[in-house]
């Protein structure tokens, strides 16, 4: 038997969204999709569709691209756009959820219902969440997530060579209680 390549093979960024999308086949479905996205939808009720794609890393001389995961929801928020973010307090050793952009107060209690629905519990039992926003279109009634994690990244080990970071379980169910929670959240239940 021949040993595989030491740092990886040649590796496309379909082929990695591709392996990503099968580790999360139990939840979801692939739909027809054109580009370098993968979209999934639903298989059981409160999970949202989703979007796979991939996000350079802005490090210089980095060869990683990030997983992005994307979806969005309907439902209530505050009378303008607004935009909440994780942001970890490295003091406290603590990720909490604040308001980047949109109201100063949260008078509606929008920070509360997020956390309590489990969307930063869902983060903190991933490995590596590099960024975490929840947006709000007060336009369209609709909340959107989008997280960023090196859970899934497409790793350049060498000039044509590359591998996926697998998603570990912690990783797989951290994610699903995160989609829960966000559909949970924003629909104000």
Do not use: C, H, K
Not at 55 to 69: C, G, I, P, W, Y
């Amino acid at each position: 038997m021949a040993p595989g390549p030491l740092f990886g093979s040649p590796v496309s960024v379909g082929q990695s969204l591709g392996s990503v999308a099968a580790q999360l086949s139990e939840w979801f479905d692939p739909l027809p999709t054109a580009g370098t996205a993968v979209r999934l939808g639903a298989v059981e009720v409160g999970l949202p569709e989703v979007t796979l794609s991939y996000q350079r890393d802005r490090r210089l001389f980095s060869r990683t691209l990030q997983l992005v995961v994307e979806a969005s929801a309907p439902g209530a928020g505050p009378p303008g756009d607004a935009t909440l973010s994780l942001r970890s307090r490295r003091l406290r050793r603590r990720a909490e959820l604040e308001w980047s952009d949109g109201p100063t107060e949260d008078e509606a209690g929008t920070i509360g219902r997020f956390v309590r629905a489990g969307v930063v519990a869902g983060a903190r039992t991933m490995t590596n969440v590099r960024d975490l926003e929840l947006s709000w279109s007060a336009s369209e009634q609709t909340w959107r997530i989008r997280l960023v994690t090196l859970a899934g990244a497409l790793i350049g080990t060498s000039p044509g060579a590359a591998i996926t970071v697998p998603l570990e379980p912690e990783d797989v169910s951290g994610l699903l209680a995160l989609l829960r929670g966000f559909v949970a959240a924003a629909s104000g239940s």
